[in-house]
T-cell receptor, first 114, second 112 residues
Framework: AQKVTQAQTEISVVEKEDVTLDCVYETRDTTYYLFWYKQPPSGELVFLIRRNSFDEQNEISGRYSWNFQKSTSSFNFTITASQVVDSAVYFCALTEGRDDKIIFGKGTRLHILP | DSGVTQTPKHLITATGQRVTLRCSPRSGDLSVYWYQQSLDQGLQFLIQYYNGEERAKGNILERFSAQQFPDLHSELNLSSLELGDSALYFC???????????FGEGSRLTVL
């Protein structure tokens, strides 16, 4: 069965520090998709990135970067030079190719302290 | 604004009651997902519909049911409510396939 583990329940860092959020997944499929979503204090869930299982290239978008490693079944998310506005709960998610069920991890609550 | 509309935003009811949560997906999106978010369980996938038909099912209780109508809006029915059903219920839509989910603002249900 699919499983997504975000071992870090809560992280606090001081503004401008870099922080990495870990995500480890389990799936029996060779075709799958991985996602990261952000849930700020206002409550809405915002899509950040999608990666398919055949694309192991790392991605950078501004201060955000993602490291996908199939060998360790990990899809980690790094925020560089963190800002207070980055404070949110971040969810990693997984869907397998055969259906559209998207399973979320339990989330990591990130506090960026001024 | 994601384009996904959920009503009501807040709902307070008593144990044993029944409620209906409504979701209007983004214009053109055929697929609707329902999730339950509680403090201890994170975001739990409940059920997904695609163009009126059930596509995938998660850990949805038998007391809960959902449907998607011809106009593509969806309703989640929760019956015989228990205290533990208190949670934030999210609807999300996508145009189909494992793509970006667009989430509504959620319906916060409180069962007293």
């Amino acid at each position: 069965a699919q499983k997504v583990t975000q071992a870090q329940t809560e992280i606090s860092v001081v503004e401008k520090e870099d922080v990495t959020l870990d995500c480890v997944y389990e799936t029996r499929d060779t075709t799958y998709y991985l996602f990261w979503y952000k849930q700020p204090p206002s409550g809405e869930l915002v899509f950040l990135i999608r990666r398919n299982s055949f694309d192991e290239q790392n991605e950078i978008s501004g201060r955000y970067s993602w490291n996908f490693q199939k060998s360790t079944s990990s899809f980690n998310f790094t925020i560089t030079a963190s800002q207070v506005v980055d404070s949110a709960v971040y969810f990693c998610a997984l869907t397998e190719g055969r259906d559209d069920k998207i399973i979320f991890g339990k989330g990591t609550r990130l506090h960026i302290l001024p | 604004d994601s384009g996904v509309t959920q009503t009501p935003k807040h709902l307070i009811t008593a144990t044993g009651q029944r409620v209906t949560l409504r979701c209007s997906p983004r214009s053109g999106d055929l697929s609707v997902y329902w999730y339950q978010q509680s403090l201890d369980q994170g975001l739990q996938f409940l059920i997904q519909y695609y163009n009126g038909e059930e596509r995938a099912k998660g850990n949805i209780l038998e007391r809960f049911s959902a449907q998607q109508f011809p106009d593509l809006h969806s309703e989640l029915n929760l019956s015989s409510l228990e205290l533990g059903d208190s949670a934030l219920y999210f609807c999300a839509s996508t145009d189909g396939g494992p793509g970006e989910l667009f989430f509504g603002e959620g319906s916060r249900l409180t069962v007293l």
